[in-house]
T-cell receptor, first 115, second 116 residues
């Protein structure tokens, strides 16, 4: 158990809908990262927050957004969902904002299925 | 941009066999290198890391050596167990060009199945 929690574990929805994925980082970690894992694209970095502020952006679509709240939990909002958004979404957390040795701890993921 | 290339899977071995999963990378500067493991139904866990050339990372019988001259970080284990069945990801951490952020770039993962 990494100490990172994600809810829900599974989510099934229809195209055009909007969903919210939730992540609680390990106690004491200030950084939260979101990743998308799909069969064709592999593991893709989406976005990072550090202590409530957006820190880095990866391959995140404009239909997706995220935020980190004062209690440091984070939410990833996915809207106007398409079939291709079906994937496993991971949250990770770390103590620091970055650095070569900044280990990220991953949650168990949320599996999103868009029908 | 930075990239990580891993050998295509799946890899199927018998218990006690020798394991090698190849990983090569392309990066500017001097990245740190990692192997992550994902057991069925779970998130990724850091398996081992190496932060500079010729460093050897090791954990749970797995080893990988940071080879700058061949830009490689191959994962090895002398005798695999059924419990090692998982997906293994090679990754690098590097400074974004023109920025102050470090990003983690993953390979596509290699599925390992170990049969008793």
């Amino acid at each position: 158990d990494s100490g990172v929690t994600q809810t829900p574990k599974h989510l099934i929805t229809a195209t055009g809908q909007r969903v919210t994925l939730r992540c609680s980082p390990r106690s004491g970690d200030l950084s939260v990262y979101w990743y998308q894992q799909s069969l064709d694209q592999g593991l893709q970095f989406l976005i990072q927050y550090y202590n409530g502020e957006e820190r880095a952006k990866g391959n995140i679509l404009e239909r997706f957004s995220a935020q980190q709240f004062p209690d440091l939990h984070s939410e990833l909002n996915l809207s106007s969902l398409e079939l291709g958004d079906s994937a496993l979404y991971f949250c990770a957390s770390s103590v620091r904002a970055g650095g070569l040795y900044n280990e990220q701890f991953f949650g168990p993921g949320t599996r999103l299925t868009v029908l | 941009g930075d990239s990580v290339t891993q050998m295509e899977g799946p890899v199927t071995l018998s218990e006690e066999a020798f394991l090698t999963i190849n990983c090569t990378y392309t990066a500017t500067g001097y990245p740190s290198l990692f192997w992550y493991v994902q057991y069925p139904g779970e998130g990724l866990q850091l398996l081992l890391k190496a932060t500079k050339a010729d460093d050897k990372g090791s954990n749970k019988g797995f080893e990988a050596t940071y080879r700058k001259e061949t830009t490689s970080f191959h994962l090895e284990k002398g005798s695999v167990q059924v419990s090692d069945s998982a997906v293994y990801f090679c990754a690098l951490s590097s400074l974004e060009s023109g920025g102050s952020n470090y990003k983690l770039t993953f390979g596509k993962g290699t599925l390992l199945t170990v049969n008793p």
